[in-house]
């Protein structure tokens, strides 16, 4: 497994951007799936966008036009870039990995807050 850890959350108005970096440590980065997740308060985590190991993105309905998944496997480093940022995307942000696409994330950050204010 990989250890992930978050960066680049924080405070921003309705509009604003934001980049939020993964680092993962570990062997075979590349050969990782990951991808991100959020969580808001009261509610479940939910898939924000993922990343398979071979470059091919998919994003969550909400989210799709304003935020881009990639990655940089020299960096071992997974990003997620949020434009438009809007109240309800506030949430506590983690970095997921997976080996075997199509199963379980099994590698977790300890996530970054993202707060957007209106």
């Known amino acids: 497994q990989v250890q992930l850890v978050e960066s680049g959350g924080g405070l921003v108005q309705a509009g604003d951007s934001l980049r939020l970096s993964c680092a993962a440590s570990g062997r075979a980065f590349s050969s990782y799936h990951m991808a991100w997740f959020r969580q808001a308060p009261g509610k479940q985590r939910e898939l924000v966008a993922a990343?398979?190991?071979?470059?091919?993105?998919n994003y969550a309905d909400s989210v799709k036009g304003r935020f881009t998944i990639s990655r940089d496997n020299a960096k071992n480093t997974v990003y997620l870039q949020m434009n438009s940022l809007r109240p309800e995307d506030t949430a506590v942000y983690y970095c997921?990995?997976?080996?075997?696409?199509?199963?379980?994330?099994?590698?977790w950050g300890q996530g970054t807050q993202v707060t957007v204010s209106s």
């Open positions: 990343i398979t190991s071979g470059g091919s993105a």
């Open positions: 997921g990995a997976r080996r075997i696409f199509n199963s379980d994330y099994n590698s």
